[in-house]
């Protein structure tokens, strides 16, 4: 789902946050397509933003994140402070109307290579922006869902040995995941098992999109063989992703607790 760097349509200009005039930014999206993310914060959410369309007003940026003029400036005046936007004048084409033009603010370059560990992230959340646009959210999740074929079938190859037992199969999913890049564990509990997942490669973008957690509990479902709830996601903004697993009392099968590490 992370393919390269950057943003669609709107590549960063060399030089843009030192020069001269720029032309008013395009209309940002919505509220609706910009979702608050609870791991977010509004600065970095202000910097996506920035990083997917270049320059953007004070006004254009309150819109778009659901904020008051008094708390975006907030923001960008302290984002002025520490030298991570500039604001530059807008320029306007045609008839202008009485008073200064707005100002436009542009993320300064030593920002902006700080962004570089989400410029894939930003890039899949772009894709997705646009697929949602277009498509509906049925399209997102079928995206969501062919995104996990890949992980499911890498998976399920992995759990070839480990029988029919939910649990069992949890802790062979664990070590799997783990094996993945998701630092995952599983363990038995008085009301069945659960399975944790310490590190989620998606989380900037299951954030705004759930449908990708949503896909990948589907998938946890299959794998282990039964039903299961997730009861917390980091990309909602809880430390672990948490699965349970229903079963049977351990008291009333007569089976011991134990908890089973799988993430070392």
């Known amino acids: 789902m992370k393919k390269a760097a950057g943003s669609p349509g709107h590549?960063?200009?060399a030089g843009s946050a030192a020069g001269g005039p720029v032309s008013p930014a395009t209309a940002l999206p919505p509220t609706s397509e910009v979702a608050p993310a609870a791991d977010l914060s509004t600065r970095d959410r202000v910097?996506?933003?920035?990083?997917?369309r270049r320059a953007a007003t004070a006004a254009q940026l309150g819109d778009a994140l659901g904020l008051s003029p008094a708390a975006i400036r907030r923001h960008l005046d302290a984002m002025l402070a520490d030298g991570d936007v500039v604001a530059r004048e807008q320029t306007v084409r045609g008839h202008r109307g009485r008073g200064r033009p707005a100002k436009v603010f542009l993320l300064t370059d030593a920002a902006r290579s700080r962004c570089g560990t989400h410029h894939y992230d930003n890039m899949a959340t772009a894709a997705l922006r646009w697929i949602a646009r277009t498509g509906g959210s049925r399209a997102v999740e079928?995206?969501?869902?062919?995104?996990?074929?890949?992980?499911?079938?890498?998976?399920r190859a992995a759990l070839s040995d480990a029988g029919d037992d939910p649990m069992a199969r949890a802790?062979?999913?664990?070590?799997a995941l783990t094996a993945e890049g998701y630092a995952a564990s599983a363990s038995t509990i008085a009301s069945g098992?659960?399975?944790?997942?310490?590190?989620?490669?998606?989380a900037h973008v299951a954030a705004e999109?759930?449908?990708?957690?949503e896909a990948e509990t589907t998938v946890i479902s299959r794998l282990v063989g039964t039903h299961v709830q997730r009861l917390a996601?980091?990309?909602?903004?809880?430390?672990?992703?948490?699965?349970?697993?229903?079963?049977?009392?351990?008291?009333?099968?007569?089976?011991?607790?134990?908890?089973?590490?799988t993430d070392r």
């Open 47 to 52: 910097t996506q933003l920035l990083l997917e």
């Open 142 to 155: 079928d995206f969501a869902a062919e995104q996990v074929a890949a992980l499911e079938a890498r998976c």
């Open 233 to 261: 996601t980091i990309a909602h903004g809880d430390g672990v992703c948490t699965t349970h697993i229903p079963g049977s009392s351990p008291a009333q099968s007569g089976k011991t607790v134990t908890t089973v590490r």
């Open 11 to 13: 590549p960063p200009a």
């Open 193 to 202: 098992g659960q399975l944790c997942q310490h590190h989620c490669p998606v």
């Open 171 to 175: 802790e062979a999913l664990a070590a």
């Open 209 to 213: 999109f759930p449908a990708l957690c």
